[in-house]
């Protein structure tokens, strides 16, 4: 990787919807000429630092959240071999994929962030590989949100449940999804510095959280398993006779908490040295996500004290009993008022890296009510509007688990596919462009290529993977309804196309807001 000065690709956009008066561009800072030459002007209040931008994608990724919301599944599908081993190999393969990402990202700094990418990288029909991404992105971005958050309801859940007897119910935990979507709305709502403010203490709050979780159960329990049984113990609870097959499920659990660092990509309109501080944020988001999360299932994992009592806890989630066992009910209850708090500020990012990549996709008419989900508030200068669409699509996607237990882990599932799918597509359209793709101030120089090829085929891998039966026998309760989801919203998306929107929607609706032409004007190095 390399900081160096090199020119950004600013090839001319494919399609000028609108053509904007000449403007003066002598008062503008880099990252604002900048946004111009991608053909936007500056609305949204750029405010961010670049640790700030780094903490929005940290946040989202949030080893507290993912790694504790689907142990209980890793210790099905896999166990404590898998739940340990994969970890590291996940994470090599998701670096791949972040490092591909971020130097895109680097060349176009925009909100659009990755259907943007896909229109300026495609060789032809750019349309249409925008529109296709842009709605898995979409999909992908309403699945983390409504799996983060249900995620914390169902830990705040057995909480309450310790505290005070509040049983954990589909319909007690529904309820306090609902609670925690709205907060994370209202909150999204008063502004970009407080949710600057929020994902700062994040991080500090995801690094001590995983200290002191991993301290206690070193220390307190009167017993820890085997280094044997945490580093070989494989276990496998699927009712599948293949253990390759179930080893390859397991890798789900890692692969759905290193998910969502594009919202650095999404930001970048709002961080300043957006060229450098949002590809930055991509992977130093799942570099410090991976040594502490592993830290973390390595702790949690010499913490279990009765294995098959804990997969089946009443609490509903196997970390908390598992908690529970190791250092008594006030431990227990403190380490998940960690976890809550981690949880809560996981969703509030998420709902953020959300709302901006609808305020952008719908800035360029690709979503139904695009008029009404990409306005500003003029005095926060933050997408309401859109804050509460993914809010309430978010609510949507988890309310079948009022009627379905396996319902989360297909929209885990839905989660991990419909980014990765948009975070491949401008990847491989990337590597189509070879040597005609111009860098920006952040690339991966000679590097490029193979860590590209990486990225593309385990994405592949994994979409395939994560739409395969979990359980056998397969049931209609446990059927994994991951394609089925997948299947409706791009089907939707594909019928629009072919029907309408193949013959208005030209990709991100550039103006020409330059005095003279972007490709004139090379991004200056600044600092």
């Not at 990402?101 to 349309?127: D, F, H, Q, V």
């Not at 998910?259 to 501080?277: I, L, N």
């Not at 509903?316 to 250092?327: H, N, R, S, T, V």
Request: charged residues 10%.
């Amino acid at each position: 990787m390399s900081s160096e000065q090199s020119p950004v690709n600013q090839v001319s956009p494919p399609v000028l919807h609108a053509v904007s008066p000449v403007v003066s561009t002598d008062d503008l800072s880099a990252d604002e000429q900048r946004l111009r030459e991608l053909g936007y002007t500056q609305e949204l209040a750029r405010s961010l630092s670049g640790f700030s931008n780094f903490a929005v994608s940290f946040s989202i990724v949030s080893i507290l959240s993912g790694c504790l919301t689907l142990y209980g599944f890793g210790m099905v599908t896999g166990g404590p071999a898998l739940i340990t081993w994969g970890w590291p190999l996940v994470g090599a393969m998701t670096l791949c994929v972040g490092l591909a990402m971020a130097e895109i990202c680097s060349a176009y700094p925009t909100a659009g962030g990755l259907y943007y990418w896909a229109a300026k990288l495609a060789r032809g029909n750019a349309p249409a590989a925008s529109w296709f991404t842009g709605w898995c992105n979409f999909m992908g971005q309403v699945a983390v949100t409504a799996s983060v958050d249900y995620g914390a309801a169902t830990f705040t859940n057995a909480l309450l449940d310790l505290r005070f007897g509040f049983s954990a119910t589909a319909s007690h935990t529904i309820a306090i999804f609902a609670v925690i979507l709205l907060l994370h709305g209202l909150l999204n709502s008063f502004g970009v510095r407080l949710v600057a403010l929020f994902n700062t203490v994040s991080v500090w709050w995801h690094l001590l959280g995983v200290v002191i979780i991993v301290g206690m159960l070193a220390i307190l329990p009167q017993h820890h398993t085997s280094v044997s049984f945490v580093f070989g113990h494989f276990v496998n609870q699927t009712g599948f006779h293949s253990s390759f097959y179930v080893a390859m499920l397991g890798l789900l659990l890692a692969q759905y908490t290193l998910t969502g660092y594009d919202a650095s990509a999404h930001m970048t309109e709002e961080t300043r040295d957006a060229a450098r501080s949002g590809p930055r944020g991509i992977v130093n988001s799942i570099l410090v996500s991976l040594v502490a999360g592993w830290i973390l299932l390595i702790g949690l994992t010499f913490a279990i004290q009765n294995y098959n009592g804990e997969v089946n806890s009443a609490t509903g989630e196997p970390p908390a009993q598992i908690f529970l066992d190791a250092i008594g009910r006030n431990g227990a209850e403190f380490l998940l008022i960690i976890v809550i708090g981690a949880q809560f500020f996981c969703g509030m990012a998420s709902v953020t890296a959300n709302s901006r990549m609808i305020y952008a996709f719908s800035r360029d008419g690709a979503l139904p009510g695009s008029r009404l989900w990409h306005r500003i508030a003029p005095r926060t200068q933050t997408p309401n509007n859109a804050i509460w669409l993914g809010t309430g699509g978010a609510f949507l996607l988890g309310l079948p688990a009022l009627w379905n237990t396996t319902a989360f882990a297909a929209v885990t599932s839905v989660s991990v596919i419909g980014l990765y799918l948009a975070y491949v597509i401008p990847v491989y359209l990337r590597l189509r462009q070879g040597e005609q793709f111009r860098n920006g101030p952040w690339h991966l120089g000679r590097w490029s290529r193979p860590i590209g090829i990486v990225a593309v085929a385990w994405t592949a891998l994994i979409t395939v993977l994560f739409m395969l039966p979990t359980l056998n026998p397969i049931t209609v309760q446990n059927f994994n309804y991951t394609s089925v989801a997948i299947a409706v919203v791009l089907g939707f998306a594909a019928v629009w196309w072919f029907a309408s929107a193949r013959r208005w929607f030209t990709g991100p609706r550039i103006h020409d807001l330059q005095e003279s032409t972007p490709d004139s004007t090379p991004l200056e190095e600044n600092g």
